[in-house]
């Protein structure tokens, strides 16, 4: 599919015959500041550089954010290893740089950092976690493999979709609803990623915008200083990237 | 329009209300209360009355009541914010807000409590609502005379009309004229809209459906001492401006001036009676660690339909064995949310949605029941501007997730936000009890809430997203993501 297309509607995965998402090679390499593995839709756009236009109390809180991967204190060794790759494989993230996710989630409980409510028939949220790891390696056993960190993607993917459905069974998934283990970690890993200003500059948001405000939000309008998005590839950096792991 | 009309239009921004100062008691160069005057009233000091809770309620009572002389301590369990320190321009670092202390949610459809719903601190969940200040419709107070469901009230629109009269001056509440309900004008005009609502509004307008600017409880130009709104769009995090109205800026400096104490930090554990006379003489509270008992002659419970039934169900005495004024076994019952399913469409523009503040335009058109969809009661149509983890939430919800969800937000630019607040009828079962055997940080046993919907319940949902769907595709939408969730608490403690 040729990088143009990005621009129309008919990319998007609901429209696409196959209901399958465009691979997002295709999209440039971002040129300014960083994206998770650097899709660049806007790829001349970095929300850090208008930093000096945020609220001190504000500028302090994202900068940490970006600054400071908490170290994993939550989670055992094994369930980290399990966990950090579901989180990335929920967020797509196949390749670095990658925001670290289940670091994030991993301090929020560690910190005791809940969302004020709990299923009835669920677990603490934090226990959730714990078992869900649990659940993984159960369902990745069922396809044969000897655990999920160890099984092949193709087994993991399905892993993840039945739990997106609800439709895993047996041990762990006899006393914790798949559907809303779904709803309680996605919750958390939506939050994390979606906090990162690398997710910002992937998506083209404005970010914090006091004390400066918004003026222009007429239709195709937007600030002199927000991104414009271009879907033209730069023939020497992006070539040059594409396909390196870890570049 | 009237000449008076015009003049009150021009001048808005330096008319006082009657009878409330807030707006002029703030300081100019920074956005936090002014306490420095504060009363400071002793435990023992049997003081008129202690409300609980500083937010919608409990906030304006006591602001109303100490212009008459009152002498009233109001007990919050959060924080005293400042918002200058303590607020950001950022969705996750907002946490802070909302009630997060445990809670158990049950039935077949159990509601998402915390950041949807439950405040925490002076101004209370208001805080960080969107702003929306719709009227109640006359009918709502006679659903059961008119269309044989719920339950009818002990008083009529009529009754509150006057307040709803004050507290729109109070607040300020700007919008269009609004022609539905009991048709009425609002003291601020309209705020301008961003390309999204503007295109919806057309769409809309196409299938005959109206959709009007407002109502919002955020200044349109300056008020007093309160800026106007700068469109920054973080509504539901907390307004750092003081344009976006809360108790804390429309009624707690206001109450301060006139004598009231706000005890911020304060868990109120217990509403303690006198089990001879059958009178309350006060309230336990936790502040630090360290239980304190306020005396007072009479006590106000106003801690939003979860904590307010928690804490009058967990206030046994003798006299009260079930919970403080619970004989008829009714605290906690028919508690209420809105069914609130969210529609986006994708648009071959760029919307932007995150600009200008989520609550733009709003449709009453639908509120009453009509007989040919099939259900009683009805529901309104709002817009919801939501930011990045928002609407990554609602694309999950529709079932994407990995590159598709990726893909899906790296579109984000290109989507606008129709939300849906049906009005859910109550149920008896509906209800907030007391999770026995579980409890909080300070041993209090935790509320729990048991939600499940009725068939009347699920065709309005079901009808009010299916005309989401038309508005959308009316408007040229391309394609269509859509979620279902709940908004709101509404009730668990029925008057009368």
């Not at chain 1, 003026?215 to 937007?222: D, L, Y």
């Not at chain 2, 804490?311 to 605290?331: C, I, K, Y």
């Not at chain 2, 598709?404 to 937000?409: C, D």
Request: aromatic content about 10%; glycine content about 10%.
């Amino acid at each position: 599919m040729a990088s143009r297309d990005f621009r129309k509607a008919e990319h998007l995965p609901n429209l696409r015959p196959d209901q399958l998402p465009a691979s997002p090679e295709e999209l440039p390499r971002q040129r300014n500041g960083v994206t998770p593995q650097m899709h660049g839709r806007y790829p001349d756009y970095n929300v850090l550089d208008e930093a000096d236009h945020w609220d001190e109390t504000t500028r302090r809180l994202v900068f940490e954010r970006v600054e400071q991967t908490p170290p994993v204190r939550f989670f055992t060794k094994a369930e980290a290893d399990t966990l950090r790759i579901f989180c990335d494989l929920v967020m797509a993230q196949d390749r670095e740089p990658k925001i670290p996710v289940l670091n994030m989630v991993d301090a929020k409980l560690f910190e005791g950092q809940l969302d004020g409510f709990r299923y009835a028939d669920m677990p603490d949220d934090r226990e959730t976690w714990r078992r869900l790891a649990l659940g993984l390696d159960a369902a990745a056993r069922q396809h044969g493999a000897s655990d999920f960190a160890g099984a092949s993607e193709d087994v993991q993917m399905r892993v993840v979709e039945a739990l997106a459905k609800g439709e895993l069974h047996g041990e762990v998934w006899d006393e914790m609803p798949p559907s809303k283990t779904w709803k309680v970690v996605s919750r958390a890993i939506l939050s994390a990623f979606y906090s990162h200003p690398w997710a910002w500059n992937e998506i083209g948001f404005g970010g914090p915008a006091y004390p400066r405000g918004y003026a222009r939000f007429g239709i195709g309008q937007r600030e002199s200083w927000e991104g414009a998005p271009a879907f033209e590839r730069d023939p020497v950096k992006d070539t040059e990237h594409r396909g390196v792991p870890g570049t | 329009m009237s000449r008076r009309h015009e003049l009150r239009t021009l001048l808005r921004g330096a008319l006082r209300p009657p009878e409330n100062d807030s707006a002029f008691l703030l300081d100019v160069h920074r956005r936090a209360v002014p306490t420095e005057r504060m009363a400071r009233y002793d435990d023992s000091f049997s003081v008129d009355l202690v409300i609980v809770g500083a937010g919608a309620g409990g906030a304006t009572l006591a602001q109303r009541l100490a212009r008459r002389g009152w002498k009233v301590v109001v007990l919050e369990s959060g924080p005293f914010w400042d918002p200058d320190e303590d607020w950001v321009s950022d969705e996750a670092g907002s946490h802070r807000l909302y009630w997060t202390d445990a809670r158990v949610t049950g039935g077949s459809d159990p509601v998402e409590l915390g950041k949807n719903n439950s405040g925490h601190g002076v101004g209370g969940s208001m805080v960080h609502y969107a702003g929306y200040c719709p009227r109640f419709h006359p009918s709502d107070f006679e659903v059961r005379t008119r269309d044989g469901v719920g339950e009818d009230w002990p008083i009529s629109y009529y009754d509150l009309k006057p307040h709803y009269e004050r507290l729109e001056l109070e607040l300020p509440v700007a919008g269009d004229y609004w022609p539905w309900g009991d048709p009425h004008r609002y003291p601020h005009t309209a705020h301008p809209i961003n390309s999204g609502a503007d295109v919806l509004r057309e769409g809309a307008r196409k299938l005959g459906i109206e959709m009007l600017v407002g109502p919002v409880g955020i200044t349109n130009g300056s008020f007093g001492n309160r800026p106007h709104c700068i469109y920054r769009g973080y509504c539901l995090q907390g307004c750092k401006v003081n344009a976006k109205a809360s108790p804390l800026v429309t009624h707690i400096p206001d109450a301060i001036e006139h004598g009231v104490e706000i005890r911020a930090d304060c868990m109120v554990t217990q509403v303690v009676l006198d089990e001879s006379s059958g009178r309350v003489t006060g309230v336990r509270y936790i502040h630090d660690g360290a239980e304190h008992f306020q005396h007072a002659d009479a006590v106000a419970v106003a801690g939003y339909s979860i904590e307010t039934p928690r804490l009058l169900l967990n206030s046994t005495s003798r006299r009260f064995p079930h919970g403080l004024a619970n004989d008829n076994d009714q605290v906690g019952r028919c508690v209420m949310v809105q069914g609130a399913p969210q529609v986006a469409g994708r648009f071959p523009e760029e919307m932007r949605m995150y600009k200008a503040p989520p609550p733009e335009i709003s449709s009453e058109q639908f509120y009453e029941t009509d007989q040919r969809r099939g259900f009683a009661r009805g529901f309104s149509i709002q817009t919801v501007g939501p930011l990045p983890i928002e609407h990554a939430q609602h694309v999950l919800g529709h079932g994407h997730w990995g590159r598709a969800l990726r893909e899906y937000m790296r579109d984000y630019n290109h989507w606008y936000t129709l939300g849906i607040l049906s009005e859910l009828l109550p149920l008896p079962e509906n209800r907030v009890t007391i999770a026995h055997g579980e409890t909080d940080q300070n041993g209090i046993p935790v509320a729990r809430m048991d939600y499940s919907q009725c068939e009347n319940d699920r065709k309005n949902i079901a009808f009010a997203e299916q005309t989401l769907h038309n508005i959308f595709e009316a408007a040229g939408a391309q394609d269509t993501l859509v979620t279902s969730r709940y908004a709101h608490l509404v009730g668990g403690c029925r008057m009368g």
